[in-house]
């Protein structure tokens, strides 16, 4: 069986759909619980944290994005049926793009889409667009809220933007005091500093940067996920991976860990307060595609805005002859700062995924 694109999970199922400059975006959110306390205000609170147009570090493009409920709650509160959200599109500019549907822009999916898909309206990306991440959002809020009567809490930061890294491990403390404190979205003043002057910089020349979001999950029960294709890492990166512009996923020390030796990787177990931790946590708090119970910790790789405002090269697809291409309209500098709270959200919807099908095997 093929699956389809446009749909994710087998027990807390999501289904997104529209298209960047069409009427609306919107997600469809099968198997959530009755009984779920979310607001649409809290849901609103979600999407404000990825919305365009707050700062010079994100897009200039004016939308709102006011979550409107179609279906699946009642005075905030979940009702068991599908929940049906939407955000109506209000500044889509579609005409912005007739110059370029000939000509693919570097960097973006445009020639491999038109190919594929011939008599699609690619104007923005259609939904191949980083504007479909706010669908995830508003799914996220709803797992986000459902993993909170468990204790499972996801949050994330912006730990690289281009050159500037962040100096230092931060903790989850520092992560849900800070991160949405700042414009750049980093877990510290001094860091959310150094970020935001690295991507001030490629914006005034007319480029982009790329970045690196970190993201932790804790309070999962031990054991959670499973062997092979099943493991925590597996399923969580290939939601992670859903969001546009998404190149790596590493968990715990990552690619890092191929550098080391086993003496220096491997950590430790040890007893506190009656539980089995860890000394240190290389593995990012998965062993064997299992929940360890330390904090899940992975780092999602962002590669640069593709739409920068420089002279590139491409092809016209209509005379297959090369030319260039200036690209206009209103771009973010580094896409990772708004996809921050988009991997917090997509790391709940596999979660809540993961502990609905893991409950449902267990009490058939």
């Not at 699946?72 to 068991?80: C, H, L, Q, Y």
């Not at 805005?305 to 590139?312: D, F, G, V, W, Y």
């Amino acid at each position: 069986m093929i699956m389809d694109p446009f749909e994710f999970g087998s027990a807390f199922r999501i289904k997104v759909f529209g298209s960047s400059h069409g009427p609306h975006i919107g997600v469809e959110i099968k198997g959530c619980p009755a009984g779920v306390k979310v607001s649409e205000q809290e849901i609103q609170e979600q999407l404000d944290r990825r919305r365009p147009g707050q700062s010079a570090l994100t897009t200039q493009r004016k939308e709102p994005d006011i979550v409107e409920i179609q279906s699946g709650m009642a005075d905030g509160i979940t009702t068991g049926d599908p929940i049906c959200m939407i955000i109506r599109n209000r500044d889509a500019a579609p005409k912005a793009y007739d110059n370029l549907k000939d000509t693919p822009r570097p960097g973006h999916a445009d020639f491999p889409a038109r190919v594929k898909y011939p008599d699609l309206d690619l104007s923005g990306g259609a939904f191949f667009s980083g504007r479909m991440t706010a669908c995830m959002v508003m799914a996220g809020a709803v797992a986000k809220k459902m993993l909170q009567k468990e204790g499972i809490v996801t949050m994330a930061f912006l730990q690289a933007a281009g050159k500037a890294v962040a100096e230092k491990p931060v903790s989850e403390e520092e992560i849900q005091k800070n991160t949405y404190a700042n414009a750049a979205h980093a877990a510290t003043a001094k860091d959310a500093e150094r970020m935001a002057a690295e991507m001030e910089s490629a914006r005034k020349n007319g480029d982009s940067v790329g970045g690196v979001v970190e993201a932790r999950i804790t309070g999962l029960p031990v054991g959670t996920g499973g062997p092979l294709f099943g493991s925590l890492e597996s399923r969580l990166s290939s939601a992670l991976f859903a969001i546009p512009a998404v190149k790596g996923v590493e968990f715990g020390s990552g690619f890092a860990g191929a550098r080391m030796h086993g003496s220096e990787n491997n950590d430790a177990f040890a007893i506190l307060n009656g539980k089995v931790v860890t000394k240190t946590n290389n593995a990012g708090g998965i062993l064997g595609g299992l929940a360890t119970g330390m904090p899940v910790v992975l780092r999602v790789a962002f590669k640069p805005t593709p739409s920068i405002a420089r002279p590139q090269d491409t092809v016209n697809l209509s005379t297959m002859k090369e030319t260039r291409i200036e690209i206009t309209g209103r771009h973010d500098p580094c896409v990772a700062v708004r996809a921050v709270p988009v991997v917090e959200s997509v790391a709940a919807i596999c979660i809540a995924d993961i502990l609905l099908q893991e409950r449902g095997e267990q009490n058939g």
